[in-house]
């Protein structure tokens, strides 16, 4: 992958180094040696937890890409909090009352939430709030008014899809045979509803919202570029454009030790919240 | 009405409005049930015996469903235009139903402690402790072994059996007026059957229940019923007590009904016979035939019947037949 | 009598024991055989929905027509101008032009023009290969299937976007790089699901009775799983191509899709972005609000067909 893109070292050098100076920086960064030495020598170090130094910034990749964890996990943490709250009683209203004006119009404003590109959603977001109304500041990150924008817009597309799948989910619960047991044994309805429909729609959707925190996190990237959010998602796509590769490796490690942990606790979630998994003999 | 009349049904319709056209589910029913008696209720699938008893409690969706004309009157009351908390109330504590497939009728992420529970502590106002003992007790009355520990299982850890007996506590845990068995033992073994059929005959005596019976199966009948209507197309085709039901039908369909049971020792013959069935098909309830519903079918059809769609007729002391045929 | 169906649409009585009839206009239908013309004709959304799509292909299609500037042009001493409608708007460029007064407008029939492209192109490539390796693996079995369905997991468990970033950013931007990229991340879906339909189907008689008559198993495959397949697929597709549309956009505005040289609405969100503090906000809605419609449209097209090919709901069966 290193070389494959171009000659790194040509690329980060200022345009009128010498042929001398290029070959000095390239051994100084090890450049130099055969291809699987520098594989070797990476393994080594990987597994000592040092994966390298990045070109640019000169100091360790990982301690660098695991310094911006934190902002983004804090925006992803925010923008699935604001999605699940606000969708579950929308979903949940919406699937009680299919076909009413509000079942259609917040199938509606979820259509347009699941079609508008979420950067575009991201800047609109700024034009209004930031640059019209300067109600909220556009970048940086700091206050809870700053988190608020990146984070907003950066929910809209999930807020959308669970908001349908919410709906979906209780339209069907609804229709199962033990709801009509419920109802004949006298129960109110609104237990029948928030008691035994709601926990079968959850199981299901739980899963599904975790699977979406991996997705969340890729979108980050996006947002935290319109944002200006000092998040790793942002140091990834400044690495992508300087080319400087340790720090690109550092990001695609902890990025995917990231997923395969949320995977594993989703799982467990799961086996924890549907009894009929919980006692397979 | 008399004074152990536990319900009366009268001139019951009702229509469903689909993309297929209107179907008449429940064609013109009138019945009794008097208290500790067994009421059997026999017609093939889309006969409208399961509608007309999920009208008693409400539970049929009103769009796309409608009731066309008809009262059910129980104490006095009309069930199906009692206001909502009206219902409520005698859901599950003066008038019970159980269905017919206990695994899908059981809510799956919920203990069966708890779901039997429910109905002491909304009908009865227990608290929880209460409830949970309450609920011990009547699996234990169901003959559900170690009940203790099944209180904390999931309907997904029993039998089909066992799940049955527990709707059947669930029923029964407010000593309820009338049960409603919408066939409660056709998913279950031949052998479970018998058991399940025992314990609600137990009830019944114990509680002087009234029960109605929905069933295809003409051996349940013989066994539980006391007074039987045969149904077809959403209408009453015969009805009468048992004995007469079994030793003189007079309806061709119930004739053909009987008949269609497979026999294995008749005296003196080897049974290599052919098993008889009813020629056709059902009718959709959308696109019922002209005049007799079941003429199409009938082997004993005359032209007459296609004109003239029969009414109700007592025939012989208690026992009423729709059929132009019969004198 | 049956007033159930509302809008234009209004039902008649059916002859004495027919299905019942409904009148859109003029014409006469029958819902409970035409289910698809008749879940269409019943939400003025689709029915919108529709028209939308139909304008903005036809609009993409005939670009080189009815643009009215070249939407790579640079006129430096037209930069920054507000739409027709505003103060200093000039009606040449109906929606603005951007910081190197290249018109929005333009861009936009252009962008749409890629965007469609690219989703059509890859959508169908991914439509096949993820056809292809659907059936073996839902036909052949044992290792075949485990790999290709290993393969499928792997790929589904990341987020598109990610895997796409990388390629590109390895790869460098470029028009045919990015659909051969977005091909190779979108077959896994298509995959799976198509497996999911053999493995269903297989069971089924006539496959037996078709293996009974001699026929091959590559005959038997093609022919009559096929043939079931198609429909998830349809499905599967109205979902996929919206999905491909914003990715192409995202890289397109992260600078990874296509060259700079090609129209594109991510890319003129992204010229927007540069400038949005300048009040000049047109230059980054408009491509956003192209986007939406285009992406809007067949979504709900996508909803409709799912409810219009999907077995018969409970409800409309009578008891």
Not at chain 1, 227 to 237: D, E, K, N, S, Y
Not at chain 2, 251 to 260: E, F, G, V
Not at chain 3, 271 to 291: D, E, H, I, M
Request: glycine share 8%; with cysteine; hydrophobic share 50%.
């Amino acid at each position: 992958m290193l070389h494959a893109a171009g000659d790194p070292v040509a690329i980060l050098m200022p345009p009128d180094a010498t042929v001398e100076q290029i070959d000095q920086m390239r051994r100084q960064l090890g450049l130099d040696r055969p291809l699987y030495v520098q594989y070797g020598r990476f393994l080594l170090r990987a597994m000592k937890g040092d994966l390298g130094v990045s070109y640019y910034h000169g100091v360790p990749a990982l301690r660098l890409v695991l310094q911006r964890l934190p902002a983004s996990l804090e925006l992803v943490v925010a923008a699935m909090l604001i999605s699940v709250i606000l969708a579950l009683p929308l979903g949940i209203w919406a699937g009680l009352r299919p076909r009413t004006l509000l079942d259609k119009s917040s199938l509606l404003m979820s259509l347009a939430g699941i079609s508008a590109p979420p950067f575009w959603i991201g800047i609109v977001c700024i034009l209004i709030f930031s640059v019209e109304l300067k109600w909220l500041p556009s970048s940086g990150r700091g206050t809870f008014a700053h988190i608020l924008l990146p984070a907003g817009s950066l929910a809209v597309y999930r807020l959308a899809l669970f908001i349908r799948l919410i709906r979906a989910g209780m339209m069907d619960v609804l229709s199962q045979d033990y709801i009509r047991t419920a109802r004949a044994k006298g129960l109110p309805e609104r237990f029948v509803v928030y008691k035994h429909a709601l926990k079968n729609t959850l199981i299901p959707f739980v899963t599904i919202a975790g699977m979406q925190m991996g997705s969340l996190l890729a979108g980050a990237i996006v947002t935290e570029k319109v944002f200006a959010w000092p998040g790793m998602g942002r140091l990834f796509l400044d690495s992508i454009g300087k080319m400087d590769f340790p720090v690109i490796i550092a990001w695609t490690i902890v990025t995917a030790a990231i997923f395969l942990s949320i995977n594993t606790i989703i799982d467990i979630l799961y086996v924890w919240m549907d009894p009929r998994i919980r006692h397979d003999y | 009405m008399r004074s152990d009349e536990l319900l009366k049904i009268d001139d019951l319709h009702i229509h469903f409005h689909t993309l297929l056209g209107t179907v008449k589910a429940v064609n013109g029913v009138r019945l009794k049930l008097r208290q500790g008696s067994t009421l059997g209720v026999v017609g093939e699938s889309g006969s409208g015996k399961s509608v007309m008893a999920m009208s008693l409690l409400q539970l049929i969706p009103m769009p796309p469903g409608k009731l066309v004309a008809g009262r059910a009157l129980f104490y006095g009351k009309d069930l199906l235009q009692m206001t909502v908390p009206e219902i409520r109330e005698v859901r599950g504590n003066r008038i019970s139903m159980i269905f017919q497939e206990p695994m899908t009728s059981l809510n799956p992420v919920f203990t069966i402690g708890d779901q039997i529970g429910e109905s002491f502590r909304f009908h009865r106002g227990f608290n929880k402790t209460d409830a949970v003992k309450k609920s011990v007790e009547m699996l234990e009355m169901v003959g559900i072994p170690a009940p203790q520990k099944r209180i904390k299982e999931y309907p997904h850890q029993l039998s089909g059996g066992m799940r049955q007996r527990a709707m059947i506590a669930m029923a029964l845990s407010c000593e309820p007026d009338i049960l409603i068995a919408d066939e409660p033992t056709t998913a279950l073994d031949v052998t479970v059957q018998a058991q399940i059929l025992d314990l609600m005959k137990i009830f019944q005596d114990r509680i002087h229940m009234g029960i109605i019976m929905i069933t295809h199966n003409l051996g349940v009948i013989a066994e539980t019923a006391d007074d039987v209507i045969v149904m077809y197309c959403g209408r009453i085709v015969e009805s009468a007590d048992v004995d007469q039901i079994f030793h003189n039908p007079l309806h061709p369909y119930t004739r053909m009904l009987l008949q269609s049971i497979p026999r294995l020792f008749i005296e003196g013959v080897r049974g290599h016979d052919r098993l008889k069935e009813i020629p056709g098909m059902v009718p959709g309830l959308h696109e019922l035939p002209r005049g007799c519903d079941f003429h199409p079918r009938c082997n004993q059809t005359e032209p007459a019947c296609r004109k003239h769609a029969p009414e109700l007729r007592e025939v012989e002391p208690g026992h009423f037949v729709a059929c132009d045929l019969v004198k | 009598m049956f007033g159930w169906i509302r809008g234009f649409a209004m039902t008649t009585n059916g002859p004495l024991n027919g299905l019942p009839r409904a009148r859109f206009l003029k014409w006469e239908y029958t819902p409970a055989e035409n289910r698809i013309l008749h879940t269409f004709l019943s939400s003025y959304i689709t029915m919108a929905a529709v028209a939308v799509l139909i304008l903005l292909v036809v609009c993409a299609i005939l670009a080189p027509v009815i643009v009215p500037v070249d939407p790579v042009l640079q006129t430096l001493s037209a930069r920054l101008k507000p739409p027709a409608w505003m103060e200093g708007g000039v009606s040449s460029y109906l929606l603005g032009t951007d910081r190197l007064g290249r018109d929005v407008f333009s861009n936009i029939i252009y962008g749409l023009r890629i965007s469609l492209l690219v989703a059509t192109l890859s959508v169908a490539f991914s439509l096949v290969i993820g056809l292809s390796l659907g059936l073996i693996a839902g036909y052949a079995r044992g290792f075949w299937e485990s790999l290709i369905m290993r393969a499928v997991d792997i790929q589904l468990s990341l987020p598109l976007i990610l895997v796409a970033l990388c390629f590109m950013a390895i790869f460098g931007a470029g028009l045919y790089k990015m659909i051969f990229v977005l091909a190779v991340v979108g077959w896994a879906e298509y995959a799976r699901t198509v497996r999911g339909t053999v493995l269903s189907i297989r069971e089924k008689e006539y496959v037996e009775a078709a293996k009974a008559l001699g026929f091959g198993p590559i005959t038997i495959m093609f022919k009559y799983l096929l043939i079931n397949s198609i429909t998830p697929v349809i499905i599967l597709s109205a979902v996929q191509v919206p999905r491909v549309i914003i990715l192409e956009a995202t890289l397109s505005f992260l600078g990874l899709g296509v060259p700079v040289t090609t129209p594109s609405l991510g890319l003129s969100i992204a010229r927007g972005y540069q400038v949005l503090f300048s009040g000049a906000w047109w230059a980054s809605v408009f491509p956003g609000v192209a986007l939406m419609f285009l992406t809007g449209a067949i979504n709900v097209i996508g909803d409709w067909l799912r409810d219009a090919l999907e077995p018969k709901s409970r409800e409309a069966a009578g008891r």
